[in-house]
């Protein structure tokens, strides 16, 4: 998912178009009580601070299983999974990619 674009550092409407998308397709997955603060709260842990376009573009297979991982850990379920977080990223990116 690498597409170039400029570094975003916790841009808030970058933040807004993540806590939408990872919300939308964690509410799909019928994960409940989801909400902006915690998806950043998993993915800044995970990925760690600041999160920003790039880290999230750049990405690869072994990083989205584990942030699959760190969702199930952090809502105590195990609907999250690697093509969830995938579906999620692609989202987000393609609407700061344009």
């Known amino acids: 998912m690498q597409s170039g674009q400029p570094e975003f550092t916790e841009n808030p409407d970058f933040l807004t178009t993540l806590g939408r998308e990872f919300s939308t397709v964690l509410s799909e997955a019928k994960v409940e009580d989801v909400c902006g603060q915690d998806i950043y709260s998993v993915i800044a842990q995970y990925l760690g601070k600041p ?29 999250v999974t690697a093509d969830i977080i995938k579906t999620a990223l692609e989202n987000t990116v393609k609407h700061w990619a344009e």
């Open 51 to 79: 999160l920003t376009f790039n880290k999230l573009d750049e990405m690869g297979k072994t990083q989205i299983v584990g942030l699959a991982s760190a969702f199930n850990d952090y809502f105590e379920c195990n609907l």
